[in-house]
């Protein structure tokens, strides 16, 4: 083996709660002393992008803008400009599906979460009435909104270009064998030494059906899973994601779990979320078709008349 080979001893593993989830590092170094200021280096750029991008902080700038921009162009940071063009894109591409300005129908159903009760027909219709990607506009470094009280939420994005952003951060400090875990998406540098890559459980579906978890090795690569195994709501017998489908004004009903694996966060994240609503949209193959267009791979687990089906492309 090489020197390259043998470079970093010793594994490192951190965690630091960020954008409502615990955020985990893990590197190989030979100098802790070094890998420790880099990944608090890389623990503050996800800080710092949570002050950007996130919807929870008032005074974030996503939050702000909501306010500022109305009928104006608004400068914005690269970050948000970077999170919204992807955002934009996917939603051109989705004609909808993926849509950054549902925050109003998102928060009526986070609120049902809380308490269990179904949002009213007329609060869904007054929160629909301030959404709709074609309402905001991007153009050089600046943004625009159409509508007041328009809310923009990037939780099915923020998370994965935390993840990539977190990455480069370590690599640009030298330890480019690391991965940054922030709950469902992940990034993976370079392989641990001596190994082929970082091993990474996704859930599956075997033959007969049965759940299992797939074990998959990576690098230089990204994962990211979208589904309803944590965040759902169960009213009235029937269960509804986090995940909103805008056609329908609900969370999504259907039992789904997608997985993405591309090069970039920024991309299985936003693609994973979108999957899963144009998987109950237009069904599975329509959304690994989505997802091959952007040039990733997927899996879907879907149950369908009782009984788990796996796509895959
Ligand atoms: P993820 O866990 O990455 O699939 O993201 C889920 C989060 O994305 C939700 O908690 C909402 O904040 C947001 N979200 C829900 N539905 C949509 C949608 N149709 N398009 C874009 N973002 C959404
Ligand atoms: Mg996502």
Not at 12 to 34: K, Q, S
Not at 207 to 221: C, D, I, K, P, R
Not at 229 to 241: A, F, K, L, M, W
């Amino acid at each position: 083996m090489g020197a390259a080979a043998l470079q970093g001893s010793e594994r490192i593993e951190a965690l630091e709660p960020h954008m409502g989830t615990m955020f985990r590092i893990v590197l190989y170094a030979d100098d802790p002393g070094a890998a420790h200021v880099a990944i608090r280096a890389a623990f503050d750029r996800v800080g710092e992008l949570d002050s950007e991008l996130s919807d929870y902080i008032p005074e974030s700038e996503l939050n702000r803008v909501c306010e500022t921009a109305v009928g104006r162009d608004v400068r914005i940071s690269d970050d948000l400009n970077t999170v919204l063009r992807a955002s934009q894109s996917l939603a051109d591409r989705t004609d909808g599906a993926f849509d950054v300005t549902l925050g109003p129908v998102i928060r009526l159903w986070r609120s049902a979460r809380q308490t269990g009760q179904l949002p009213t027909a007329d609060a869904l219709a007054e929160a629909a009435a301030r959404t709709g990607y074609r309402h905001l506009h991007l153009g050089t470094g600046v943004i625009r909104l159409d509508l007041p009280d328009m809310q923009l939420d990037l939780g099915a994005i923020a998370k994965g270009y935390a993840a990539d952003e977190g990455l480069r951060v370590l690599r640009d400090h030298g330890f480019p064998r690391a991965l940054v875990a922030a709950s469902g998406d992940i990034a993976f540098g370079d392989a641990p030494p001596g190994k082929a890559g970082w091993e990474t459980g996704v859930d599956s579906i075997n033959a007969s059906s049965e759940a299992f978890t797939e074990v998959l090795t990576l690098h230089n690569a990204a994962i990211s899973t979208s589904g309803d195994t944590e965040q759902y709501v169960e009213i009235g017998g029937v269960r509804y994601s986090h995940i909103v489908n805008p056609k329908t004004g609900a969370g999504l009903t259907q039992r789904i779990g997608v997985t993405v694996i591309a090069a970039r966060g920024i991309d299985t994240d936003e693609l994973s979320t979108a999957a899963s609503v144009i998987t109950e949209q237009a069904g599975p193959a329509a959304a690994l078709a989505l997802i091959e267009q952007a040039g990733a791979h997927g899996m879907i687990v879907l149950q369908a008349g009782g009984e788990w089906k796996k796509y895959a492309r």
